[in-house]
């Protein structure tokens, strides 16, 4: 059940963005990709471990600077950070102990982060072969 509630969940959140327009903006994924990535942050401070906050907060770090080059330079880093994003859901149990991690969250997670990286793909690609976004600094997805 965590899998297709990610899936759906995925796929709301690009349908909210293309609503509401908020995807027409480049910012929208890199800022989902901060959101999603900061969730084992708030973990470590709910199960009060001290470590797995330190090892989280390094995690993600190295994912705000994936969103941010995703912003500034090539939305496709912002794909491969949410597959990447993905793995580390699947593998987050033997990297770090974090005792405040729902049990389904990884599964929930890897599959919220992969659903959005294909939607993802399908929207840079769809805008490389003709639509346009405005790039911050002038730069083509």
Request: glycine residues 6%; charged residues 10%.
């Amino acid at each position: 059940m965590p899998y297709l509630i990610g899936i759906v969940l995925a796929i709301s959140t690009a349908a909210l963005g293309r609503f509401a327009g908020f995807d027409r903006d480049r910012v929208f994924y890199p800022t989902v990709l901060i959101v999603t990535a900061s969730y084992y942050v708030l973990f470590a401070v709910l199960g009060r471990s001290m470590s797995a906050l330190i090892v989280e907060c390094i995690v993600v770090t190295l994912f705000v600077v994936a969103a941010i080059a995703g912003f500034k330079l090539n939305l496709w880093f912002v794909v491969v950070a949410l597959v990447a994003h993905g793995v580390f859901d699947l593998l987050h149990a033997s990297i770090v102990t974090n005792p405040g991690v729902p049990v389904y969250w990884p599964a929930f997670c890897m599959s919220y982060d992969v659903a959005l990286a294909a939607i993802l793909v399908w929207i840079v690609r769809r805008r490389n072969s003709g639509a346009t976004i405005a790039p911050a600094s002038g730069i083509n997805t």
